[in-house]
């Protein structure tokens, strides 16, 4: 059974800072893993997207990066704004089309 | 377009109620989902249709059904609510093994 775990489950940085969310899946056998954004009370958005093919994707300030045979992501937020305030969310492809999500690391920035 | 929608936005139900919760797309999306997101446990998947006319359990389908009426639209039904289904549902597309696309949500309180 795939299981996805986030940590931390909550992060408080100052404006400006450099920061890393990291997710970690129990299954390596993926073909893709995805980081989405949550604004409280509001849908999810994906931010990227990188397939089992790739190590990273880039998109703006952020860099996600993928071990496939270690089970690990790591989301890398550059030069973080009061906007990036936002819950993180990690999900992985399972059994075809069932998604796996991990439960988020809840981002505050503080100006 | 307006991407994924979803009606109603917020729902206050007592046990043992019905409802019927719609969602549409209108990015020519093969794939359709129905989530539901509690605190702390991420988003489950409850059922899925991977096309027109074919819908599948996902990881929590108990007390839930589905109708995939056509490509665009993807409706969940409760037909006797229970406290344990208060959560927020999500709908979602994706054309194939694409980036996840959703709607805003809908807030469903059972009494």
């Known amino acids: 059974k795939q299981e996805v775990t986030q940590i931390p489950a909550a992060l408080s940085v100052p404006e400006g800072e450099n920061l890393v969310l990291n997710c970690s899946f129990t299954?390596?056998?993926?073909?893709?893993l995805q980081w989405f954004r949550q604004d409280p009370g509001k849908g999810l958005t994906s931010l990227l997207l990188?397939?089992?093919?790739?190590r990273e994707q880039t998109s703006g300030r952020l860099n996600a990066s993928l071990d496939k045979s270690s089970g690990r992501s790591t989301l890398y937020i550059a030069a973080s704004q009061p906007g990036d305030s936002a819950t993180y969310l990690c999900?992985?492809?399972?059994?075809?089309?069932?998604?796996?999500f991990g439960a988020g690391t809840r981002l505050t920035v503080k100006p | 377009n307006a991407g994924v929608t979803q009606t109603p936005k917020f729902q206050v139900l007592k046990t043992g109620q019905s409802m019927t919760l719609q969602c549409a797309q209108d990015?020519?999306?093969?794939?359709m989902y129905w989530y539901r997101q509690d605190p702390g446990m991420g988003l489950r998947l409850i059922y899925y249709?991977?096309?027109?006319?074919?819908?599948d359990k996902g990881e929590v389908p108990n007390g839930y059904n589905v109708s995939r009426l056509n490509k665009r639209e993807f409706s969940l039904r409760l037909e006797s609510a229970a406290p344990s289904q208060t959560s927020v549902y999500f709908c979602?597309?994706?054309?194939?093994?694409?980036?996840?696309?959703f709607g805003p949500g809908t807030r469903l309180t059972v009494l």
């Open positions: 979602a597309s994706t054309r194939g093994t694409d980036t996840q696309y």
């Open positions: 299954d390596s056998a993926i073909y893709n």
């Open positions: 990188i397939q089992s093919s790739q």
């Open positions: 999900a992985v492809p399972y059994n075809n089309n069932d998604m796996r």
């Open positions: 990015m020519n999306h093969n794939s």
């Open positions: 249709s991977a096309s027109e006319g074919t819908t």
